[in-house]
């Protein structure tokens, strides 16, 4: 399998996948859209799978979607942007947060527009001291889309939220940190090693426990309390039924590390 727009490849356990349109800050056309699909289509066929690493070729991470492409340049009609949405971007969205394993963004520059979100659309989120996070729709007369306008409000409240999307100013990945909308903020020779470090952690790591967590935490927003409750009920009767619990146990009263097989 080729790819001209990605970087893509699954080498024990851990999926890698490299944006890879430097010449135009990695930003979305129709081809790269067709390449991540098929992208996500070896990932979640791949039964040994235990983490993907996102990140980006060159001197930027993702500058949203690449506005000389014809799928949604104005000319003489008027283009169908929901259709590029309904097509492309929120099938993305969706199959990364339905991935069940965890899923790690490394923001190696600037973050933009529907690159911004596909970033936050990840589970752990590692960005370099130089990058930067712009919702820039506002710009052009436009929504934030990829999910930025439900992620936005709950990982940095509906305050800074409403000025990010309407103001559309740049914010340092240091900002970012403070905030919550990421996870951590590294200086940018180190992002590679840390990124590196973490999907190697992730697996060795209980894999169907993890994916348990990101469900749960996915659905905890739409939940009320009681059934958030019943659903950790559940979840943690599939998690004490896996070979990793039974694992993690023996180890620990026999004082080892355990060795997780995400089974």
């Known amino acids: 399998m080729t790819f001209e727009t990605i970087e893509f490849g699954i080498q024990e356990g851990i999926g890698r996948l490299v944006l890879n349109r430097p010449s135009s800050l990695n930003s979305f056309n129709v081809r790269m859209h067709e390449e991540l699909a098929r992208a996500l289509d070896r990932l979640e066929a791949e039964e040994t ?61 600037v973050a933009a527009g529907a690159g911004a979100n596909l970033a936050l659309a990840c589970d752990i989120v590692l960005a370099a001291r130089s990058a930067s996070f712009v919702q820039a729709f506002c710009r052009l007369g436009l929504v934030p889309d990829s999910g930025g306008t439900w992620q936005l409000p709950r990982l940095v409240g509906q305050a800074r939220a409403t000025a990010l999307a309407m103001l559309g100013e740049k914010i340092s990945a240091e900002q970012a940190t403070a905030w919550g ?67 993690g146990v023996t180890a620990f009263m026999e004082k080892r590390q355990p060795v997780f097989r995400g089974r």
């Open 49 to 109: 799978l235990r983490c993907l690493l996102i990140t980006g070729k060159g001197r930027g991470f993702c500058a949203g979607q690449d506005l000389s492409d014809e799928s949604v340049r104005p000319g003489d009609g008027e283009p169908d942007l929901g259709h590029a949405i309904e097509t492309h971007y929120n099938p993305l969205i969706r199959r990364l947060r339905a991935l069940p394993v965890p899923v790690v963004c490394a923001v190696n520059g």
């Open 181 to 247: 909308m990421i996870w951590k903020v590294v200086d940018d020779q180190a992002l590679a090693e840390e990124s590196e470090a973490l999907v190697k952690h992730f697996s060795t790591q209980p894999t169907g426990g993890l994916a348990l967590i990101k469900q749960a935490l996915n659905a905890s927003w739409g939940n009320s309390l009681d059934q958030q409750l019943d659903l950790e009920r559940d979840l943690q009767r599939t998690a004490g039924r896996s070979e990793d619990y039974r694992e």
